[in-house]
């Protein structure tokens, strides 16, 4: 589970959306079967920016750290 | 083992070892220290506020002048090429005119210093922006799909995002004095023909707005040509008054005497072409407009120049070796050179810093083999530098010298998944046959961006996105095909018509036919948005400079954007087509053959991730799979990729016939795995999509690179304007005595099956196991994405775990 956090939008990771008022949680992550030949999936949630932040949510700069983003 | 850089010389060496990187990861820049740049954004609009109520041309023009007249200008240490895009080496511009979401999502990062100014310089163009002017175009409800990037990009308009092959050979050869002096006699023409008798309005009244296009284009080129002189003054007080070092002197007195003759006066040797080039790029790139692209037959273009210089030593004399250090400059200039991005955009070229790729190879205007010992300059100052950009396509003829193919071999042996390559023969006569272009002008052709061929030279070459660009993409839109054209997984947006729910198909055409409706609606929406987003850019976005150096607009006074004299309509279809493939595949044969699953399971099953049927989801992704010379799921693979093309033939483009359809990835294939639902080719929510336009899915290929190519050879790549193909080569084999036999017939049956295109990663699983756990040991190790390279290290580990599932082959096997 990331527990990273994105200094700008409150939510888990950056906006890959057109408009920047919304954006993309990214802090579901699901360890996959042996079977599958790529580690993790990750579950894309759009929200809107101005929501109050989830639970998960913590204050940082994660965008400094890239290895649990996309 | 690492990569190991070998920078032919030590100036070379220094320039990497300060270059400012500006390649991105995770959506944010991946070196400290690099911010927005805010001098450009201030001087268009300080210009725009003392000349609104001109005509737009003018206005632009005025307001390219005030930027190149005033922006700070800057020489660093060992430069030999000379020119930036911003006031300062770390920093990109902004372009506050194009898209108000783009201009604030950067002003409110913390890319920004100056906020508080650029948050006034944001709101005061939000009424002028391309943006606004085009979304009153648009019902909320289609914005609001179309922001969402879910089954289609979002707009240029919103973006900022375009693609230009600038039309570099009329500066190179004319210079822009006798273009100045072509273009004032053109308006002198035109005011004695408005006095002419008897007046006749039908054919002169076209004349006020060409005089228009006219002076602006006068504006623009007078803008440059001083622009290039300060830097000529720069270099020689600089030289004059700074510096101690007597070599470093002669070096700057000699970059003086060539921005005084660059791009002012024809190029007379390589040094020359090289800094007028640049020049052009950056102005036609990044400083009148943002565009994305390096596109350029670089080898063609430059071989006079390097004719003069190298072989005949008739000016600007230099050896070989000089040639490859001035391309290991240009390397390392690229690399440095910033671009500024949305977020999405950001995301979608994980790694990268944005698509600059040039083209190599192919043919002369004659036919003739088109490389030479220029190329082969090009390529070793690649494999010496090890840098991502600008990456190289190289047209592979199949007369192409074999001495200039092991070049090519070299650098793709050292994994740096560059050159791609595309088929010669086969882009060319595309070009002939959808668009008319005349044999000897086809023959030319260089990559747009990452795949798409383009001409290139004096006239008619793309000068927009909204030509040719914007994306598809298709797994989101398989996935509402079977959930009523509603997005239950994502967004919660009624995003396509309503096709029904796939719980109650009974038949596989209905799944079929929910695909197709969904797709068109996709098709529509998005070549709609680009061609008003095409009439906003002539309208209210005119580019006098792009305008003023093709002779097509000087001939014409027409606007760069508005004319299209060579149509190059294409269209992405981004990541996930194979997931397209191999799930109807599976359904078919599941569902509707086997009859050992319902489409309501499934429906159920997909929508709950499949948890709890593990043993189905097993027979799904053990279902029939694209990529394995099997025909049963290879039939359907044609059977996609002709409906695509189909689809995309009903429409009529700006420029006056129908897009062909372009199948690749870049990362979309990464960031929108986590948009898409589970798919019934067996893959989960929030997987990675297959990572090209045909690459088979990750580790789905296990019958060997030639059943690969086998498969992909039952595309009909011709209806096609590319079809990219990764493939992961064996690092042992490619690095043992027969690696070049061994990939040199490989890539004879890749060509003799008629495939558009194939690149290649070379790195072991080892390697990039070992470069996770020690990154800062494996700094220039570099892998191709899908139509561009970026470093493994810069990539999230997300993202370099979907380079470590691609299948690795064994040609030899």
């Excluded at chain 1, 950056?14 to 990214?26: N, R, Y």
């Excluded at chain 2, 300062?88 to 372009?95: A, E, V």
């Excluded at chain 2, 008319?436 to 001409?455: E, F, H, K, Q, T």
Aim: with cysteine; aromatic share 8%; charged share 25%.
């Amino acid at each position: 589970m990331a527990t990273c956090t994105c200094k700008d939008c409150k939510f888990v990771t950056p906006s890959p959306t057109g408009d920047p008022s919304t954006g993309v949680c990214l802090v579901e992550r699901m360890k996959l079967a042996d079977s599958q030949q790529t580690k993790t999936a990750i579950r894309g949630k759009m929200v809107q920016k101005s929501m109050e932040a989830c639970l998960k949510f913590e204050a940082g700069e994660s965008w400094k750290d890239i290895k649990n983003l996309l | 083992m690492p990569t190991v850089a070998t920078p032919s010389t030590e100036r070379t060496a220094r320039l990497k070892n300060r270059c400012r990187f500006k390649h991105v990861a995770g959506g944010e820049y991946v070196h400290a220290g690099v911010k927005a740049g805010v001098e450009r954004a201030r001087l268009i609009t300080e210009s725009h506020k003392k000349n609104i109520g001109n005509p737009n041309c003018i206005i632009r023009a005025r307001g390219l002048a005030n930027i190149l007249d005033n922006i700070t200008i800057h020489i660093q240490d060992d430069e030999l090429i000379v020119g930036a895009n911003t006031e300062h080496p770390d920093y990109f511009p902004m372009y506050p005119e194009l898209s108000y979401f783009a201009t604030v999502d950067m002003v409110e990062s913390h890319y920004c210093d100056h906020q508080e100014e650029m948050r006034e310089i944001s709101e005061y163009w939000r009424p002028y922006t391309i943006q606004t002017k085009a979304e009153k175009y648009f019902t909320p409800e289609e914005l609001g799909i179309m922001y969402s990037a879910t089954i289609v990009q979002p707009p240029m308009f919103v973006t900022a995002f375009s693609s230009i092959v600038p039309t570099y050979e009329a500066v190179l050869e004319d210079g822009l004095i006798k273009r100045i002096e072509d273009v004032e006699q053109k308006i002198a023409d035109a005011n004695a023909s408005l006095r002419e008798s008897p007046w006749n309005a039908q054919d002169k009244l076209g004349l006020l707005d060409k005089i228009d296009q006219w002076e602006a284009m006068v504006i623009a080129m007078k803008a440059v040509v001083g622009w290039a002189q300060r830097h000529a003054r720069l270099a020689k007080i600089m030289a004059e008054n700074f510096l101690a070092d007597p070599k470093r002197k002669e070096e700057l007195l000699e970059i003086s005497d060539i921005c005084r003759n660059v791009p002012a006066y024809p190029a007379r040797g390589l040094k020359d072409a090289m800094q007028s080039k640049w020049f052009t790029y950056l102005l036609c790139h990044s400083v009148e407009r943002y565009s994305s692209g390096y596109g350029q037959k670089e080898d063609k273009m430059l071989w006079p120049y390097y004719k003069k210089s190298v072989l005949d030593q008739t000016d600007q004399v230099m050896t070989y070796a000089d040639a490859v250090e001035l391309f290991e400059c240009e390397r390392l200039k690229v690399s440095e050179h910033g671009s500024t991005k949305g977020r999405q955009l950001r995301e979608f070229f994980a790694g990268s810093n944005d698509l600059f790729i040039l083209t190599l190879g192919g043919t002369n205007a004659d036919g003739t083999d088109g490389s030479n010992e220029c190329t082969n300059a090009i390529l070793e100052a690649a494999a010496n530098i090890v840098t991502t950009e600008p990456s190289i396509g190289f047209r592979w003829n199949e007369n192409g010298n074999v001495e200039t193919k092991k070049k090519v071999f070299e650098c793709i042996k050292k994994g740096f998944g560059f050159p791609s390559i595309k088929n010669d023969e086969m882009n060319t006569q595309q070009l002939v046959k959808y668009f008319n272009v005349p044999l000897d002008v086809a023959r030319d052709w260089a990559l747009v961006l990452c795949m798409s061929p383009g001409i290139t030279g004096r006239r008619g070459t793309q000068k927009t996105r909204s030509e040719g660009g914007s994306d598809v993409y298709p797994a989101k839109v398989m996935e509402i095909a079977l959930t009523n054209g509603f997005d239950e997984f994502f967004s919660n947006v009624q995003l396509g018509p309503e096709t029904g729910d796939g719980a109650n198909f009974k038949s596989f055409d209905e799944v079929w036919n929910a695909v197709k409706a969904q797709i068109r609606s996709a098709i529509e929406l998005s070549l709609r948005s680009k061609d008003v987003g095409r009439i906003m850019e002539l309208t209210h976005l005119c580019c006098p400079f792009i305008s003023a150096i093709d002779d097509g607009c000087v001939e014409k006074g027409m606007d760069a954007n508005a004319l299209a004299e060579v149509a190059n309509p294409w269209h992405n279809i981004i990541g996930g087509s194979v997931v397209v493939i191999d799930s109807m595949t599976a359904i078919k044969k599941l569902v509707f053959e086997d009859k050992k699953y319902t489409m309501a399971e499934l429906m159920d099953a997909l929508r709950n991730n499949w948890e709890g049927k593990e043993e189905m989801r097993l027979d799904f992704w053990n279902a029939p799979k694209f990529g394995n010379d099997d025909p049963y799921a290879d039939e359907l693979a044609t059977k996609y990729y002709d409906l695509i093309a189909d689809e995309w033939k009903r429409n009529t483009t700006y420029s006056g016939t129908y897009p062909l359809p372009l199948a690749q990835s870049v990362a979309g294939y990464i960031v929108n795995g986590p948009k898409t639902a589970a798919t019934a080719n067996g893959r989960h929510a929030g997987e990675a999509l297959d990572d090209g336009g045909s690459s088979p899915y990750m580790g789905c290929d296990k019958n060997g690179p030639t059943a690969v190519l086998k498969s992909v050879s039952k595309i009909d790549a011709s209806k096609h304007k590319g079809v990219l193909l990764n493939q992961r080569l064996s690092t042992v084999l490619m690095n043992s005595d027969a690696g070049f036999d061994l990939w040199h017939a490989y890539m004879k049956t890749w060509h003799s099956l008629g495939i558009d295109h194939v690149q290649f990663n070379v790195i072991s699983q080892e390697d990039m196991k070992a470069a996770q756990i020690e990154p800062e040991k494996y700094t220039d190790t570099l892998v191709r994405i899908a139509g561009y390279s970026a470093k493994f290290i810069d990539l999230a580990r997300y993202s370099q775990d979907t380079i470590i599932a691609r299948t690795e082959q064994d040609m030899a096997g």
